[in-house]
């Protein structure tokens, strides 16, 4: 799904995750929804290589915006990783990432119209702010960042193709700095047990890089070929439902249910 839509599998990977973590109860239960977090984005640095080099062959990365965006991404993702992720409640991280999976969903259900606009993009300094927010968000929610960049990109006028490319490409550095800080911040909290290094449960993480590296450019491939218009509504009607797993396990904490 990252190759072809430009989205990070971090939304489908957390809610499911998440649920495995919790009916097989293996590892500590208050952390469960930060260690299927930090897991997702440690596969990010495998996909987003293996899915840049696919647009990158197809000229789709520009990597112009990539190193302006680049600072900024790393800032965002340390502080996000390392000291606002493990201060957040598990059921408010929850409800958190149920509203960021709805907001995509209904993102991609939406019919995309043509902005007759034309715009430059901003200065370095200006996009190097937005990569520290975008960066600081994907920590959060444990995505590669796509759901922020391709928008923006797509607002300063860059080519839909470019942007899912460049996009891509910003996964690697989002994901490495918000890795370096769920395993820094998951140390003081829980350090090295049962597979877990910091908030990262290993053992998941080769289990699920041994496939998502190979399918990333195969995702990337596709893109060029199939109605993504088309997939991009069925996979919403996917991510309605992984919303709804995420806004049980919330209401769950709370004492809802």
């Given at each position: ?11 489908v ?24 977090i ?14 840049m ?22 800032i965002?993702?340390?502080l ?38 034309t715009?430059?993009?901003?200065n ?22 796509g ?8 607002w300063?006028?860059?080519p839909?193709?470019n ?27 829980i ?24 399918f ?38 709370f004492?809802?249910?």
């Amino acid at each position: 799904m990252a190759g072809l839509l430009g989205v990070g599998g971090g939304m489908v990977l957390v809610p499911f995750l998440t649920s495995l973590f919790t009916t097989f109860e293996f590892l500590p239960q208050q952390y469960v929804v930060h260690i299927s977090i930090a897991t997702a984005m440690a596969t990010i640095m495998f996909t987003s290589l293996s899915s840049m080099r696919a647009h990158h062959r197809r000229g789709g990365v520009r990597w112009d915006i990539f190193i302006k965006f680049v600072p900024g991404i790393l800032i965002g993702g340390l502080l996000s990783g390392g000291v606002i992720f493990k201060m957040i409640d598990i059921g408010w991280l929850a409800l958190v990432f149920a509203i960021f999976v709805s907001y995509s969903a209904i993102n991609m259900f939406r019919k995309k119209s043509e902005d007759s606009v034309t715009r430059e993009l901003p200065n370095t300094i200006f996009i190097a702010l937005v990569g520290v927010g975008i960066g600081l968000v994907s920590g959060i929610v444990g995505a590669g960042g796509g759901f922020l960049t391709v928008p923006f990109l797509v607002w300063c006028s860059v080519p839909m193709r470019n942007a899912v490319g460049t996009s891509a490409a910003c996964g690697f550095p989002i994901a490495v700095s918000n890795v370096i800080g769920y395993i820094y911040g998951g140390m003081g909290e829980i350090g090295v047990q049962d597979g877990l290094i910091g908030f990262v449960y290993w053992p998941a993480l080769l289990a699920l890089i041994s496939m998502s590296v190979i399918f990333a450019p195969i995702g990337a491939r596709l893109a060029h070929s199939l109605p993504v218009n088309t997939l991009r509504k069925v996979f919403a009607v996917l991510l309605f439902f992984l919303a709804f797993l995420m806004l049980k396990r919330s209401l769950l904490e709370f004492g809802f249910i």
